[in-house]
C-alpha cells in the first residue's frame, strides 16, 4: 500500500521569501516521487520528479526538492516566491513493479502576498 | 498529438442523464488513469490501463462508472444515470511504463473534462 501526506493545506508566504511545502509517503516498494502544479482553471503539470537518482531534484521555476528515505519525506522548496507561484500544489507517489499506481497528496493551496 | 487531448471540455448534464467522457492520450502511451477531481480536493483516483487491459478500478465509486479502452488507445468514462455529487472535473492522464516497470516515467494531464450535474 502507499499514500501520501500533505501536512498543511495551505501555505502563505510573501513575496521574494522561502516556500516550503511538507510531504511525507509511504510505500511498500521504492517510489517515484513527483510534484505538480495546478493554476487556477489549468491543468496539471509537473514541476520535479525524483526517480532514485540524486536526492536533491531541481524542477523548473526555481523550485527543488530533496528525497530523504530516514524520514520519508519529499518537500517542496523555493529560495524566494514570486507572485506567479500562487497556486496548487500536488505531492504525488508511484509505485514500481508490474502495476505503478499513482497516488496523489490532497494538495497544498500557496498564496504569495505581495 | 502532442499531449493529452480530453473531450469535451465542458459539460452539463440533468441529473440521469448519462454521459461519456473521451481522452484521446499520447500516442504510443501504456499506461493510462482517469481521476475525478471535485471542486477545492486533490484528483482521486478512478481507474487504470495499461493498453486495453483495465488493471485497476478500485477507485470507481459505483456501478454507474464504467471506463474502456477497447484498442488500447483511446478511453472513454462513462456515467449512467448522473447524480449531483458527480460534478466535477474528470482528469485523464497517461504515460509510458518503464522497460523495467519503474514508475519513473511521467504522467501527462489533459486539461480535463469538467461535469456539471444539475
Known amino acids: 500500500a502507499q499514500s501520501v501526506t500533505q501536512l498543511d493545506s495551505h501555505v502563505s508566504v510573501s513575496e521574494g521569501t522561502p516556500v516550503l511545502l511538507r510531504c511525507n509517503y509511504s510505500s511498500s516498494y521504492s517510489p517515484s516521487l513527483f510534484w505538480y502544479v495546478q493554476h487556477p482553471n489549468k491543468g496539471l503539470q509537473l514541476l520535479l520528479k525524483y526517480t532514485s537518482a540524486a536526492t536533491l531534484v531541481k524542477g523548473i521555476n526555481g523550485f527543488e526538492a530533496e528525497f530523504k528515505k530516514s524520514e520519508t519525506s519529499f518537500h517542496l522548496t523555493k529560495p524566494s516566491a514570486h507572485m506567479s507561484d500562487a497556486a496548487e500544489y500536488f505531492c504525488?507517489?508511484?509505485?514500481?513493479?508490474?502495476?505503478?499506481?499513482?497516488?496523489f497528496g490532497i494538495g497544498t493551496k500557496l498564496q504569495v502576498i505581495p | 498529438g502532442a499531449g493529452v487531448s480530453q473531450s469535451p471540455r465542458y459539460k452539463v448534464a440533468k441529473r440521469g442523464q448519462d454521459v461519456a467522457l473521451r481522452c484521446d492520450p499520447i500516442?504510443?502511451?501504456?499506461?493510462l488513469f482517469w481521476y475525478q477531481q471535485a471542486l477545492g480536493q486533490g484528483p482521486e483516483f478512478l481507474t487504470y490501463?495499461?493498453?486495453?487491459?483495465?488493471?485497476?478500478k478500485s477507485g470507481l465509486p459505483s456501478d454507474r462508472f464504467f471506463a474502456e479502452r477497447p484498442e488500447g488507445s483511446v478511453s472513454t468514462l462513462k456515467i449512467q444515470r448522473t447524480q449531483q455529487e458527480d460534478s466535477a472535473v474528470y482528469l485523464c492522464a497517461s504515460s509510458l511504463p518503464g522497460l523495467d516497470f519503474s514508475g519513473a516515467n511521467v504522467l501527462t494531464f489533459g486539461a480535463g473534462s469538467r461535469l456539471t450535474v444539475l
Open positions: 490501463f495499461q493498453n486495453e487491459a483495465q488493471l485497476d
Open positions: 500516442s504510443g502511451h501504456v499506461s
Open positions: 504525488v507517489v508511484r509505485g514500481s513493479g508490474g502495476y505503478q499506481k499513482v497516488t
